[in-house]
């Protein structure tokens, strides 16, 4: 469902869709280029599975429901992630075809900072 209404959004914030369409929103985009929602994905994922190595399917499934993102904002937000070298994934992305994250790679975040 989010699939079907991701491809009818009118604003994409670092291509994490709104799921809502608004003729405003298109004629406007100014009011709402503000919004991060890629980098706050980046911080809610290091923060809610700190200490916890799982694969990326896994976080999608247990972070998803009740947000506006989809399985490839996931995919964007791991991949910068691991580029940061916030979070390790198994294998790594020289190990995997440019640019990909697969639904099997693992991700190991690391334990909360004290």
Do not use: C, W
């Not at 190990?95 to 994250?101: E, L, S, V």
């Amino acid at each position: 469902m989010k699939g079907i209404m991701a491809k009818e959004s009118s604003v994409f914030e670092q291509d994490v869709p709104s799921l809502t369409y608004s003729p405003a929103d298109r004629s406007m985009p100014l009011l709402f280029s503000l919004s991060r929602p890629l980098d706050a994905l980046k911080d809610i994922l290091v923060k809610e599975f700190a200490g916890r190595t799982l694969p990326m399917l896994n976080v999608y499934r247990e972070h998803n429901v009740d947000t506006p993102y989809i399985k490839k904002n996931y995919k964007e937000a791991l991949g910068r992630l691991e580029t940061e070298k916030k979070i390790t994934a198994n294998p790594p992305a020289k190990d995997r075809p440019k640019n990909t994250f697969a639904d099997h790679i693992v991700v190991t975040f690391p334990p909360r900072k004290k």
